[in-house]
């Protein structure tokens, strides 16, 4: 709860700090405000120390329908921006805001950048950033001249004269090491007999004819078929087509005779690919199953 609570007392303090400068400068008097464009910047807080976060705050005022930009201030050695300019429009002026942080104190004199003003017609200039002047005080107290850094009041770390813990902790590291590598060495575990897996019993090819479907009997005839040949030549294997299949068992069997299987794998493709009617379908799937049988390992 302590860090929710520090968290919302710090957006309240930087809502307060917003409004009391918009407030200071909403009190201005427009004369001092047309004066400011050459100049002119409020510093809030009023007693800044280092590190803490500055407002430089500006008003200005432009005619109707003109826009105000703010130029990025660049860091210097002892003073450091920390977001981006902002630029808003309050009571009939245009605010410009730059939140920065000293880290040195005394007296700071900055040279802000240029302020830009761009017209509705597309015309623009510039005016001169000015000077800003604020004192930053010392977060040492007034009271402690000549601070030097102090030793430790206390050893940081108590010595260890008692051997029993360091090896206490050898002990169980070694034991944790022997363990995993006994671990690691374990032999194989052995495993048991698979299980068998019933195999359906094929569909008979009547069956299938029966119930309409031919290119599934011819389907399955010409993969028994393929895989007869790529186990006799692996170079036939089931990705290539028939023509290309053919022609490398040609090549790796001259003197097999191939006829009778090119006539059927032609015959096989003509129905799968084309139309069953007038074809035997049972007739091929029995060639098939018998040329499947008949080609040599």
Same mark, same amino acid.
């Given at each position: 709860?302590?860090?929710?609570?520090?968290?919302?007392?710090?957006?309240?303090?930087?809502?307060?700090?917003?409004?009391?400068?918009?407030?200071?400068?909403?009190?201005?008097?427009?004369?001092?405000?047309?004066?400011?464009?050459?100049?002119?910047?409020?510093?809030?807080?009023?007693?800044?120390?280092?590190?803490?976060?500055?407002?430089? %705050?500006?008003?200005?005022?432009?005619?109707?329908?003109?826009?105000?930009?703010?130029?990025?201030?660049?860091?210097?050695?002892?003073?450091?921006?920390?977001?981006?300019?902002?630029?808003?429009?309050?009571?009939?002026?245009?605010?410009?805001?730059?939140?920065?942080?000293?880290?040195?104190?005394?007296?700071?004199?900055?040279?802000?950048?240029?302020?830009?003003?761009?017209?509705?017609?597309?015309?623009?200039?510039?005016?001169?950033?000015?000077?800003?002047?604020?004192? %930053?005080?010392?977060?040492?107290?007034?009271?402690?001249?000549?601070?030097?850094?102090?030793?430790?009041?206390?050893?940081?770390?108590?010595?260890?004269?008692?051997?029993?813990?360091?090896?206490?902790?050898?002990?169980?590291?070694?034991?944790?090491?022997?363990?995993?590598?006994?671990?690691?060495?374990?032999?194989?575990?052995?495993?048991?007999?698979?299980?068998?897996?019933?195999?359906?019993?094929e569909v008979p090819d009547a069956r299938w004819l029966a119930a309409g479907e031919p290119k599934a009997v011819v389907a399955r005839a010409t993969w028994r078929l393929r895989t007869a040949l790529a186990r006799t030549v692996p170079e036939a294997h089931p990705a290539l087509d028939t023509a290309e299949?053919?022609?490398?068992?040609?090549?790796?069997?001259?003197?097999?005779? %191939?006829?009778?299987?090119?006539?059927?794998?032609?015959?096989?493709?003509?129905?799968?690919?084309?139309?069953?009617?007038?074809?035997?379908?049972?007739?091929?799937?029995?060639?098939?199953?018998?040329?499947?049988?008949?080609?040599?390992?």
């Amino acid at each position: 709860m302590k860090p929710r609570c520090t968290t919302a007392r710090r957006h309240v303090a930087r809502r307060a700090l917003i409004a009391t400068c918009l407030g200071v400068l909403a009190a201005v008097p427009p004369c001092r405000r047309a004066a400011g464009q050459g100049g002119g910047w409020d510093a809030f807080p009023a007693n800044p120390t280092v590190g803490d976060t500055i407002w430089l %705050v500006r008003a200005l005022v432009v005619p109707a329908g003109w826009q105000v930009r703010a130029a990025k201030f660049e860091p210097t050695e002892d003073v450091e921006p920390l977001t981006e300019p902002s630029v808003r429009r309050v009571a009939g002026a245009w605010v410009v805001r730059y939140a920065l942080a000293a880290w040195k104190p005394g007296a700071h004199r900055l040279t802000l950048p240029p302020i830009w003003r761009l017209g509705p017609d597309g015309r623009a200039d510039s005016t001169a950033g000015g000077v800003a002047s604020f004192a %930053v005080a010392s977060v040492i107290p007034d009271s402690l001249k000549d601070p030097t850094p102090q030793g430790p009041l206390a050893p940081l770390r108590a010595i260890h004269r008692n051997a029993v813990p360091p090896l206490a902790a050898l002990g169980i590291v070694t034991a944790l090491l022997v363990a995993g590598i006994a671990l690691r060495r374990r032999p194989p575990r052995k495993l048991g007999p698979r299980p068998q897996v019933p195999v359906e019993r094929e569909v008979p090819d009547a069956r299938w004819l029966a119930a309409g479907e031919p290119k599934a009997v011819v389907a399955r005839a010409t993969w028994r078929l393929r895989t007869a040949l790529a186990r006799t030549v692996p170079e036939a294997h089931p990705a290539l087509d028939t023509a290309e299949c053919l022609a490398v068992v040609e090549r790796a069997r001259p003197q097999a005779p %191939v006829r009778e299987l090119r006539e059927l794998l032609e015959q096989l493709d003509r129905v799968a690919f084309a139309s069953a009617h007038g074809t035997d379908i049972a007739a091929l799937a029995v060639t098939a199953r018998r040329l499947a049988r008949d080609v040599p390992a």
